[in-house]
Structures are given as structure tokens and as C-alpha cells.
């Protein structure tokens, strides 16, 4: 059942290939390349008003039949210091200057039922408010920055699969995952952002969810 419901994601999905590629490619060039950063993009939750959903603690909640999803907006300097206490390699790249490039959302998945739940990532989106979707980053996308040093790089995408989502991620009963989704940030703050979730599969049964953002510049860093 697992691998019917991300097949059935995955072929629903076809930009996720070359062009989600070349589109979050773009993206993390541009980021990169900017001289003169306007600051990174703080993001806030929206108080829910759709049903099952509720504002738990900075973090918005969605309660289904037997599992339950939270979306909570996380701070880039944390995320910095996170990779400075482990002394891991940071595969955002080094100190809170290029972690700000990116948005993070912790997302949690707690499974309550005897079936399994498989969230596929390439399924996600954060819509900011009449532009052009985001795509979360994906393992592969980190080459882009990484350059040359293969060493390095290896380093990096281990802890990139270790904080991050990147394949389908199958939450067996009565376990809990979490894990970021990780965006480049839009080079203009917009007012609202959505995050969705498509397809998130329960045994047999699929749930479509969206978590409101309200998104502020910070201060130039």
C-alpha cells in the first residue's frame, strides 16, 4: 500500500523532475548571488478557522481520523545554532547570514492508527500570495552551493536526510516523525503564505492540508 500511494503521488506530479530542479536551482542562485540581502523572511502563524485545525503553541495543528499534523514556523537563527552545537557540517552553509536565505517549517507526524502514514515532500508547496509556488529542497538540490569539495558536500547531505525531509517518509503506527521542510526564501516578503500538503496517505486514504503563514521581513542582517 505504501509504495501504491507514493507512485500514485509521483505520477500526479510531473514537474517534479527537471523543471522543479532548474526552478529551486534558480532560486538558490539567485539567493546566493544577491549582494546586498534584504533580510530574512520571518514567517507567523494565521489562526486557523477551518475545521479540525486549531493554534497550539505557535504552531498550527491539524487533527484527523487517527493521526495528527503540526506545521510550526521555525526560526533560521536557530536552525544556525543547532549546526554550531553538533558541529555538524551545515548543509544551509555556514552561520546565520546564509541559513537566513531559507524558510523552515518543522513539520511533525504523529500516527495514532494500525496503518501506515506516508508523506511524500514532493507533494508540498508553500504558495506565497500571488506568486509563483515554492518547492521544498531536496537532497540533490544542495550541489548547487556546495561547489567542489566532495568531502564537504557528503558531509553535508548526511545532514540534510538527517533534519530535513527528502524521500516519501512512511510514519508506521503509533510513532511520530518530524522533521523540517526547507524553502528557499522568495526574494520579496509577500504578505501570506500557504503551506500544503498533498496527498499525505493514510492505509488507503488521502488528505489534502493547508497551514496559513503571515510572513515579515526581518532586519538586514
Known amino acids: 500500500m505504501e509504495k501504491c500511494a507514493t507512485d500514485r ?16 536551482g534558480l532560486a538558490l542562485l539567485v539567493a546566493c548571488a544577491a549582494p546586498k540581502p534584504q533580510g530574512p523572511l520571518l514567517l507567523h502563524p494565521v489562526p486557523p478557522a477551518a475545521d479540525n485545525y486549531a493554534l497550539v503553541q505557535g504552531a498550527i495543528v491539524f487533527t484527523g481520523p487517527e493521526f495528527v499534523v503540526s506545521a510550526r514556523p521555525w526560526d533560521y537563527r536557530l536552525v544556525a545554532q543547532e549546526f554550531a552545537r553538533s558541529g555538524e557540517a551545515s548543509p544551509f552553509g555556514k552561520g546565520e547570514e546564509a541559513t537566513g536565505r531559507f524558510l523552515f517549517l518543522r513539520v511533525r507526524l504523529e500516527n495514532r492508527s494500525s496503518r501506515a502514514l506516508v508523506f511524500n515532500p514532493m507533494r508540498a508547496e508553500l504558495l506565497p500570495e500571488g506568486k509563483a509556488p515554492l518547492v521544498p529542497l531536496e537532497n540533490s538540490d544542495l550541489a548547487i552551493f556546495m561547489g567542489e569539495d566532495l568531502i564537504g558536500s557528503e558531509a553535508r547531505a ?27 526564501a522568495p526574494e520579496e516578503a509577500p504578505k501570506v503564505m500557504t503551506l500544503t500538503l498533498d496527498e499525505l496517505w493514510l492505509g488507503s486514504t488521502s488528505f489534502d492540508l493547508r497551514f496559513g503563514f503571515e510572513a515579515y521581513p526581518g532586519a538586514a542582517r
Not at 9 to 24: E, V
Not at 164 to 181: C, H, I, K, N, Q
Open 9 to 24: 503521488g509521483r505520477r500526479k506530479r510531473p514537474h517534479h523532475g527537471a523543471s522543479r530542479l532548474a526552478l529551486c
Open 158 to 184: 548526511k545532514a540534510f536526510r538527517r533534519t530535513s525531509f527528502d524521500l516519501t517518509a512512511t510514519v508506521r503506527p503509533g510513532e511520530t516523525l518530524e522533521r523540517y521542510l526547507v524553502f528557499p
